[in-house]
């Protein structure tokens, strides 16, 4: 069965600091691997990653994928409150298929 | 370019109950999905389609759960009979499809369901 896992679940922080969240999968076709912010319901996209050892990066965000070790990890540096949410993560595999993790509560406080 | 479209935002109805929604994807989107986001956790595919043929429809209850993508384009998700535990965000995303891309996908504002 496709598996994607993120970790923390939920992160508390303060402004200014940076933070790492992870994903690992096991999943049978992969195709690539999306990071998605969400703030009430609606999931927009931040990232997507398809090779090894690429940093992606807008603005304070990065991301960088692992296709060896199976996982990625988004990092936001100089955290804002804005940048509270929830982050989700998402393989995208042959056929269009999206499996999303559990997500990572981030929360900035002032 | 217009987003995805869901209708309505909100409902609240009892057990027992029939609930219908609404997605119009963003034009020339082939790929249109379903999700249900229970609270604290991520979105579960529910039924994804390839124009007007389905994809995947693995974790769909189809006892209760019914979707239908007519002509390709927009699609409708029924519930019926609705379960307390039905209670969720739907989530109606698209993509533009191009098979073997990992194309990212759109999402529309989904629709809180309540069900009491």
């Known amino acids: 069965e496709d598996k994607v896992v993120q970790s923390p679940l939920s992160l508390v922080v303060h402004e200014g600091d940076t933070v790492t969240l992870n994903c690992s999968y096991e999943v049978t076709n992969f195709r690539s691997l999306l990071w998605y912010k969400q703030e009430k319901k609606a999931p927009t996209f931040l990232f997507m990653l398809?090779?090894?050892?690429i940093e992606k990066k807008s603005g304070r965000l990065s991301s960088i994928l692992d296709k060896k070790e199976l996982f990625s990890i988004l990092n936001i540096t100089a955290t804002q409150t804005g940048d509270s949410a929830i982050y989700l993560c998402a393989v995208g595999e042959y056929g269009n298929k999206l499996v999303f993790g559990a997500g990572t509560i981030l929360r900035v406080k002032s | 370019e217009a987003g995805v479209a869901q209708s309505p935002r909100y409902k609240i109805i009892e057990k027992r109950q029939s609930v219908a929604f609404w997605c119009n994807p963003i034009s020339g989107h082939a790929t249109l999905y379903w999700y249900q986001q229970i609270l604290g956790q991520g979105p579960k595919l529910l039924i994804q389609f390839q124009n007007n043929g389905v994809v995947d429809d693995s974790q769909l209850p189809k006892d209760r759960f019914s979707a239908e993508r007519l002509k390709g384009v927009d699609s409708t998700l029924k519930i019926q009979p609705a379960k307390l535990e039905d209670s969720a965000v739907y989530l109606c995303?698209?993509?533009?499809?191009?098979?073997?891309?990992?194309?990212?996908?759109?999402f529309g504002q989904g629709t809180r369901l309540t069900v009491v």
């Open positions: 995303a698209s993509s533009p499809g191009r098979y073997g891309r990992g194309d990212q996908a759109f």
């Open positions: 398809t090779s090894s050892g």
